[in-house]
T-cell receptor
């Protein structure tokens, strides 16, 4: 049982390049989330999808777009990467509003 | 937006000692969660608290949901080397969240725990 799977695990980009981070869950969860983790700041919500077909902005959405491709998959896209987007990105999923979120192992992204 | 203050930021303790960390918020939450993160991995859920005043244990871990719904603490008893990692509190939902929160979490900054053998 894989849980939440994120690809790639590591990526280095040049400023201005575009990239899509992939996330898939096999737990039949309704809601999915994208966070970024920076030193000393905990995890901050970028975008979330309450259910298939819906997406909404979180705390730090600027510079990102998302697609809820189907119930299993939720991708995060950087159209024009900037050094400030260097971070570790985590995807999470849950069955419902008051249920704990389950996290993937993260994508470590460096933008030069 | 909502803010969580987690303290302490870091702890250096000897194996066998007890550990205590806490989170406070300016807003009310309906659920408090405690996660642990090991290097190179994502956060893993330790304890979930759903009711004000609730005290829940998971092995050597004990957590409480504050009566005011604005705070929570986590205790680890008799620490061992594998307790090393970053511990995060997270609040979910709440009257001040604005409409339906869809399970969005607000995280504390984390407590880095180091255990010396």
């Amino acid at each position: 049982n894989a849980g939440v799977t994120q690809t790639p695990k590591f990526q280095v980009l040049k400023t201005g390049q575009s990239m899509t981070l992939q996330c898939a869950q096999d737990m039949n969860h309704n809601s999915m989330y994208w966070y970024r983790q920076d030193p000393g700041m905990g995890l901050r919500l970028i975008y979330y999808s309450a259910s298939e077909g819906t997406t909404d902005k979180g705390e730090v959405p600027n510079g990102y777009n998302v697609s809820r491709l189907n119930k299993r998959e939720f991708s995060l896209r950087l159209e024009s990467a900037a050094p400030s987007q260097t971070s570790v990105y985590f995807c999470a999923s849950t069955t419902g509003r008051r249920q704990p979120q389950h996290f993937g192992d993260g994508t470590r992204l460096s933008i030069l | 937006g909502q803010q969580l203050n987690q303290s302490p930021q870091s702890m250096f303790i000897q194996e066998g000692e007890d550990v205590s960390m806490n989170c406070t918020s300016s807003s009310i939450f309906n659920t408090w969660l405690w996660y642990k993160q090991d290097p190179g991995e994502g956060p893993v859920l330790l304890i979930a608290l759903y009711k004000a005043g609730e005290l829940t244990s998971n092995g050597r871990l004990t957590a409480q949901f504050g009566i005011t719904r604005k705070d929570s603490f986590l205790n680890i008893s008799a620490s061992i080397p594998s307790d090393v990692g970053i511990y995060f509190c997270a609040g979910q939902g709440g009257h001040n969240a604005g409409g339906t929160s869809y399970g969005k979490l607000t995280f504390g900054q984390g407590t880095i725990l180091t255990v010396h053998p």
